[in-house]
C-alpha cells in the first residue's frame, strides 16, 4: 500500500517545540519532492515548506522563517518538519504530500494529518 504517515503533533505550550515526520511506505520517497501543508480551522490549507527530492532545494513560507526548518532521510524514506517558538496561530492539522513534479502541485500521495495545538 503506498502511503505517507505523518507524526509527532500533539498540544504544545507558546514557545515550544515539535518535530513532525512522513514516512513513506510502499515507494521510494527519494524520487519525490515532498511538502508540509497545514490547515488551521474554518482557513483555507497552506503550504509550509517544501524540500526537493535530493534535498538540494527547499522552500519555506514566511511566517515560519526563522522557526522552522526541513529535512529529509531518503535511507530512512522520511522528512521531518523541526518547528520551533512555536505560536498558537501555528495550530492545525498539519499535512505532507508528496510529487514527482518536485515542490510543485500536483502532489500524488498525501498523508492523513497529524494535529498541532499551541496553547498555554
Known amino acids: 500500500q503506498l502511503q505517507l504517515v505523518e507524526s509527532g503533533g500533539g498540544l504544545v505550550q507558546p514557545g515550544g517545540r515539535l518535530r513532525l515526520s512522513c514516512v513513506a511506505s510502499g515507494f521510494s520517497m527519494s524520487d519525490y519532492g515532498v511538502g508540509w501543508f497545514r490547515q488551521a480551522p474554518g482557513k483555507e490549507r497552506e503550504g509550509v515548506s517544501c524540500?526537493?527530492?535530493?534535498?538540494?532545494?527547499?522552500n519555506i513560507t514566511d511566517s515560519v522563517k526563522g522557526r522552522f526548518t526541513i529535512s529529509r532521510d531518503n535511507t530512512k524514506n522520511t522528512v521531518t518538519l523541526h518547528m520551533s517558538r512555536l505560536k498558537p496561530e501555528d495550530s492545525g492539522v498539519y499535512y505532507c504530500?508528496?510529487?514527482?513534479?518536485?515542490?510543485?502541485?500536483?502532489?500524488?500521495?498525501w498523508g492523513q494529518g497529524t494535529q498541532v495545538t499551541v496553547s498555554s
Open positions: 524540500v526537493s527530492s535530493s534535498g538540494g532545494f527547499y
Open positions: 504530500a508528496a510529487g514527482q513534479d518536485g515542490c510543485r502541485p500536483p502532489y500524488d500521495y
